[in-house]
């Protein structure tokens, strides 16, 4: 058996080392060349904007009107507009991340330690951008409404305010660790299974971790936009 | 070979939290600037423009419509109207004919009756005439008749 093809690598890691700081290279890489590829296809699709939409174009407007329509759901007519472009952005970058981590064989990229990967199955990056979800909460919150954002940690009742204090620990705890987990589970299911049986058997299990993939990126986004318009809503 | 290294590793593990993540989260953001201006503005702005257009369109359409069907009421007021008018032209026309035949009609009774009468009249006239005469032929007659037979005694 080819354990060369079918080994796994949990928690091994290609160090950077720039002056005293330690990094994951393989996250920066993989992340740079599917954020590469996304940048080369919006560029593509946008070069020539037309009334009458073609193409690329197509594609990237259903693309728009999709992260439009989580935004406004989410956070609601009033101040969608201002976090439009980091929701999109947050589900771009998971979905690219998912999809690019599963899709490509970066096995047959040789590292001298650790592997490339779907850069969401590393938990820098989901605690990253988890804690970015936190501080746009905070930020729209406080940005929109003033000190009377804080009016939500004892809304409805007073009782709530310790909850509410919790939440804002668990809120990035959960957001984190659920994308972390289902990636990193995905990838060591496909994994195990192309160890155990190289052979058709892990076809199902990959569309199912596209599946998950496409899933996780749009919860992660949702989620993030419900935290921001759960923080911009006024109580009445 | 499988190769779980999960915690014990000195170096690497899965929850190894280092400068990756501050580092990722700047990168986040800076794609979050890069894809606004690539992706969310134009793709934006072609779509909201093309939104616009349509609405406006539909506008157009709609009050093009209303105007076209208050013009139609409009005619078939006049239409309405005009009919009436035909009507009433055409019964007005009809009773003066009417008025006019009657009268005709009488105007030819009287005159017809008037002769009738004076034909009448005119031959009572005779008649009685006739009669005078005849009654004085009678007695001139009768006269004679006596003279004769007194003369002839």
């Not at chain 1, 935004?71 to 980091?86: C, L, S």
Request: negative net charge.
């Amino acid at each position: 058996m080819p354990t060369n093809f079918a080994a796994l690598e949990v928690g091994q890691h290609l160090y950077w080392q720039i002056g005293n700081i330690r990094l994951h290279g393989q996250v920066f890489l993989t992340s740079w060349i599917l954020l590469g590829a996304l940048l080369v296809f919006i560029s593509l699709g946008t070069k020539k904007m037309e009334n009458d939409p073609k193409g690329l174009q197509n594609l990237l407007e259903f693309l728009w009107d999709y992260i439009r329509d989580l935004a406004r759901t989410q956070i609601g007519e009033k101040v969608y507009r201002d976090w439009m472009p980091f929701i999109g952005t947050l589900f771009l970058f998971v979905f690219v991340s998912n999809w690019g981590g599963a899709l490509i064989p970066w096995r047959l990229i040789k590292l001298p330690s650790g592997e490339l990967g779907a850069p969401t199955a590393d938990i820098n990056t989901t605690i990253a951008l988890a804690l970015l979800v936190s501080l746009s909460y905070f930020y729209a919150g406080l940005s929109n409404k003033g000190w009377r954002y804080f009016e939500y940690y004892v809304h409805p009742t007073p009782i709530m305010l310790p909850f509410k204090i919790l939440e804002d620990f668990t809120k990035p705890l959960s957001l984190s660790f659920r994308l972390f987990g289902n990636i990193l589970a995905d990838e060591l299911v496909v994994g195990v299974l192309v160890f155990l049986v190289p052979l058709v058997l892990p076809i199902p299990v990959m569309f199912l971790g596209l599946f998950t993939s496409a899933i996780q990126a749009l919860i992660f986004a949702t989620l993030a936009a419900y935290y921001i318009g759960e923080a911009v809503e006024e109580h009445h | 070979m499988l190769a779980f290294n999960f915690f014990g590793a000195t170096e690497g593990g899965l929850f190894d939290i280092n400068a990756t993540l501050p580092l990722m989260a700047i990168q986040v953001v800076a794609l979050t600037y890069i894809l606004n201006s690539l992706f969310f503005k134009p793709v934006g702005n072609v779509v909201e423009k093309r939104e616009k257009f349509v609405s406006n369109n539909i506008m157009d359409a709609k009050n093009k419509l209303s105007e076209v069907e208050k013009l139609e009421a409009d005619l078939l007021s006049q239409l309405q109207s005009a009919r009436s008018e035909a009507q009433k032209i055409v019964s007005e026309a009809e009773s003066e004919s009417d008025k006019l035949y009657k009268e005709a009609l009488e105007l030819a009774n009287n005159e017809a009756n008037a002769s009738k009468e004076k034909a009448r009249l005119e031959i009572e006239n005779q008649t009685s005439s006739a009669r005078d005469q005849l009654f004085k032929q009678a007695d001139d007659l009768s006269e004679l008749i006596v003279n004769k037979l007194i003369l002839e005694k």
